[in-house]
């Protein structure tokens, strides 16, 4: 027989999934067919949209969430202005900027980094060498004395933690997608990070991953594609999580060289490690740069294609960073020789990335029918890069997942044409592409409305965007976040996250979305404030289901709500609402690791009574409309 709690669960979750899962079975809105008297840049009128309806779609599209007036001003400025500056991405940001700005290590340079923030086994390291602990005490006595030991000594060094590293970066991710005014420069890094992906869950290239952001990513988001991809090619997080850094050719001494040469290769052979005779190439990099960042999966290579385009990039290495950090042997080699005689000799330095020939395969190669002649060096990642980066294959590819993140989980394939088009003439202007890809009947279509489906990044930054919220500690968004099947830059594989709304959605997420609405709206998520009266002009709605239409309208404007309040309605007058929903989705979701502080996630419980400026009949209609698979929708 069953429990009262079980009968309970089991109605809550048989109830929610039902009518959650029912409203993702692609039921379109309906629209208004008025047609405006002028054609526009922009060909919604072709779709029956009308320009409050488009620009409502533009919003859903290219930001993190619209806010009340948003439309009116999308409007008042003109779609394809308000699009234009978006692309430029130039608009004034002081506000965030003063947000940011406690952030002080987010600016940090990867050599700042390094000395900052050392790893554990440097810091042992450098702590034994200068006798403030014994290494014979290491493995051995009192653990808590020897981690005390640690800390002291990272006090006195000016040492930090490489947690608090990754918890400025995430912090000043959640602050910029929620504030910036430049919000599609915002989502295309969002894209292009995804794209190509780095990890923190490899910790030898962790510390470097912010800068991989700041200073390779958001810079080229709307420039040319085969400059993106130089940059991520050569950058330490590249390098690094793909194993690039190893991998090394078959040293050729080069005949008549002078003495100060010999020196050079003598000192590089001794500092610099060398291929072994089982070993020494590294394929990852090159496999992954034509599968996942160029071609594509079925772009046309071979087997033999990945294993040449590796030997064409043996030697792209790490430049040094830091004292005694990445690349420390190679700063003995630089003093010693001077730069200008390694770069006679063909080495490359460029910011951090270091072209090292002595660990270059200098035979000839050929790759997907082009050949390099020997001896080519540090030029052939070059050209084969270049060659990557304007093939057909890839224009294709990139047209696509471009396509997927903006416009459908399966877009037309007449897009996909017309943006693969674009992207070989202009030599892969990503800014040209979205422009192709805009001014298409196809991202105006039926098909494409709401037809993508929130990230639960998308979900909680939108929300916090549409009720106005004043974040003070973003992390316990980046914490729900987690819990709600997205953690974000430790997704393990160089694919990134799926881009399609099936991954997203299961019984456990649907349930945590709905519960993260209900703890958003009800003020019991610290650090994150809302003032919901404030929303309606501080206007009391005489009923559940009038704050429903009310505010459903607010948070969701220019949509047919008519369907989805029919089905809202049965959850606003149940008392029990939140701690049901909060019930069901601890057993739907799996135990929750320790988050990167080593703080464990649990559920956010709910409580009792209302909190200030939030009753509790209102702030549980407002977490039901978030919960929705209507507000699921972009």
Not at 187 to 207: E, G, R, Y
Not at 372 to 384: I, R, S, V
Request: proline letters at 5%; one cysteine or more.
């Amino acid at each position: 027989m069953k429990t009262p709690a079980k009968i309970i669960y089991s109605f809550v979750l048989v109830f929610l999934v039902t009518v959650l899962f029912s409203s993702f079975r692609g039921q379109g809105p309906e629209y208004s067919k008025s047609i405006a008297a002028t054609k526009p840049f922009f060909p919604y009128q072709k779709a029956g949209l009308t320009g409050r309806q488009a620009a409502a779609h533009l919003l859903s599209r290219f930001t993190y969430g619209s806010k009340e007036g948003d439309v009116d001003a999308l409007v008042k400025m003109g779609l394809e202005k308000w699009f234009q500056q978006q692309l430029d991405g130039k608009l004034e940001d002081d506000s965030l900027n003063l947000m940011l700005s406690k952030f002080e290590d987010i600016n940090l340079s990867n050599t700042e980094v390094e000395n900052k923030y050392p790893r554990q086994p440097k810091v042992l390291r450098m702590a034994i060498k200068e006798g403030f602990i014994n290494k014979d005490s290491v493995n051995k006595g009192d653990r808590k004395a020897y981690r005390e030991q640690i800390r002291t000594y990272m006090e006195k060094k000016g040492f930090k933690q490489e947690q608090e590293l990754l918890r400025q970066f995430i912090n000043q991710k959640i602050l910029r997608a929620a504030y910036t005014h430049n919000q599609l420069k915002e989502m295309l890094t969002d894209f292009w990070f995804n794209h190509f992906n780095v990890s923190l869950t490899k910790n030898q290239c962790a510390s470097f991953v912010p800068a991989f952001e700041r200073d390779i990513i958001r810079p080229n988001v709307t420039g040319k594609f085969s400059d993106l991809l130089l940059a991520t090619a050569k950058s330490p997080a590249m390098l690094i999580y793909l194993d690039n850094f190893t991998s090394t050719g078959q040293p050729v001494v080069l005949a008549g060289e002078d003495e100060q040469m010999s020196k050079v290769e003598k000192l590089v052979k001794k500092r610099v490690p060398q291929k072994k005779k089982q070993g020494g190439l590294n394929e990852n990099y090159a496999r992954e740069v034509m599968e996942l960042h160029t071609l594509g999966v079925d772009g046309g290579y071979t087997q033999s294609d990945v294993t040449q385009a590796a030997r064409i990039l043996t030697g792209w290495t790490l430049a040094p960073m830091g004292e005694d950090g990445y690349g420390a042997s190679m700063q003995k080699i630089i003093d010693n020789v001077g730069e200008e005689n390694l770069k006679k000799r063909g080495f490359v330095k460029d910011g951090d990335f270091l072209f090292v020939p002595n660990r270059h395969d200098n035979e000839e190669k050929t790759v997907l029918g082009k050949h390099f002649a020997a001896g080519g060096g540090y030029e052939e990642g070059l050209n084969l890069l270049n060659m990557l980066a304007q093939h057909p294959s890839t224009a294709k590819f990139i047209a696509k997942k471009i396509a997927t993140r903006f416009v459908n989980d399966n877009p037309p394939q007449s897009l996909i044409d017309k943006m693969a088009r674009t992207f070989t003439r202009t030599d892969g202007d990503i800014r040209e592409v979205l422009m192709t890809m805009v001014t298409s009947v196809e991202f105006w279509s039926p098909a494409a409305l709401r037809e993508k489906t929130k990230s639960p990044f998308e979900l909680a930054i939108s929300a916090v965007r549409g009720l106005d919220a004043d974040i003070i500690q973003p992390y316990q968004l980046f914490n729900w976040i987690n819990r709600m099947g997205q953690k974000m830059y430790y997704y393990q594989a160089p694919t990134g996250f799926p881009d399609r709304g099936q991954y997203w959605i299961n019984t456990g997420s649907l349930l945590n979305r709905m519960n993260f609405g209900l703890a958003l709206a009800g003020q019991r998520i610290p650090g994150v404030k809302i003032n919901l009266s404030a929303l309606n002009h501080h206007h009391e709605p005489e009923s559940a289901e009038a704050a429903l239409v009310i505010y459903g309208k607010l948070i969701m404007p220019e949509r047919n709500l008519s369907e989805t309040i029919k089905r809202l309605k049965p959850m606003l007058n149940d008392p029990s609402l939140s701690i049901k929903v909060a019930d069901a989705a601890e057993k739907t979701t799996p135990q929750q690791e320790p988050n990167m502080m080593g703080e464990q996630t649990a559920p956010v419980k709910p409580v009792a009574k209302a909190l200030v400026n939030n009753n509790t009949m209102l702030a549980q209609v407002v977490g039901v409309i978030i919960g929705s698979p209507e507000f699921q929708r972009k």
